[in-house]
């Protein structure tokens, strides 16, 4: 899809915690979020103080309306609203697929070239903010479809075997079920380093000890949609912190950034 590079607008610099703008009109806001970052108040974690809804408020000085959520490991791409009616307004867009969400992960062995991953997933509730969830299905139709940008073979005795494969993937979901992508990349054989509740622990402290990667290796790399009001296709690209700039470096996939070529 043919799409214009987003463009940022004067901001007014206030005293507060800043949030990386990717895009901005009158409409609608786009961040990089950064991995940790609770989007919101949740029960899940009683104890944050830091959240992507209240910064970015004080940062404009107005209301914003999240229109899709991340979850607070994953990095990158996320899309607000200024308005509730432009948050409606993207919303139906989002029903009829003019909304795209294009994900970088690090997972564990060789995946495939590419490939879809239709899958269905029970509701996952959480223990302490879905208590009150009832007369959900049992499961709900979730696609993925993939592709293998990178693969690595090193000569390091993490698991059972003397090398450890690892690949890079681009990740495009369909659906937006919670932990999609980390349950599908499960589900096919290959979990996302970093992943404490679908992946391995031997695998995930490699990755802290050796490239300081404390995180979930999962990023919203590029979010694309058309704009309600314009009809503008508009592209935001997110930027990798410094655990996945480790493991890149450390891996050589960082020559074929630009060109998302095979290695």
């Known amino acids: 899809m043919d799409c214009a590079v987003a463009k940022l607008t004067d901001l007014p610099k206030e005293d507060v915690e800043q949030l990386d ?3 901005i009109d009158e409409h609608y806001v786009a961040i990089d979020k950064p991995s940790g970052l609770l989007v919101h108040r949740s029960p899940i974690d009683r104890h944050e103080t830091r959240f992507a809804l209240q910064l970015l408020r004080d940062q404009l000085g107005q209301y914003i309306y999240p229109i899709h959520r991340l979850d607070k490991p994953t990095s990158g791409a996320m899309l607000f609203a200024l308005s509730s009616e432009a948050a409606r307004a993207m919303a139906e867009h989002m029903h009829i697929e003019a909304v795209q969400k294009t994900y970088w992960a690090v997972v564990r062995g060789y995946a495939p070239d590419a490939g879809s991953i239709d899958h269905a997933l029970s509701y996952q509730a959480d223990d302490h903010a879905d208590k009150d969830r009832r007369g959900l299905p049992e499961a709900q139709s979730a696609l993925t479809h993939f592709r293998r940008l990178a693969t ?4 390091v005795f993490v698991d059972r075997y003397p090398q450890s494969r690892y690949s890079w993937v681009e990740l495009t979901p369909i659906t937006g079920r919670r932990h999609q992508l980390r349950r599908h990349m499960k589900h096919i054989g290959h979990p996302i380093i970093g992943d404490a509740r ?14 300081q990667a404390n995180r979930l290796l999962l990023m919203s790399k590029r979010l694309t949609f058309e704009h309600p009001y314009s009809g503008d296709i508009i592209c935001c690209e997110a930027s ?3 655990a996945f700039k480790n493991v890149f470096e450390a891996f050589n996939w960082t020559p074929s950034l630009n060109d998302g070529a095979h290695q």
């Open 152 to 155: 690595v073979e090193i000569p």
């Open 198 to 211: 679908h992946g391995k622990g031997v695998h995930n402290r490699y990755f802290q000890q050796a490239y």
């Open 240 to 242: 990798m912190d410094e």
């Open 21 to 23: 703008i990717l895009y």
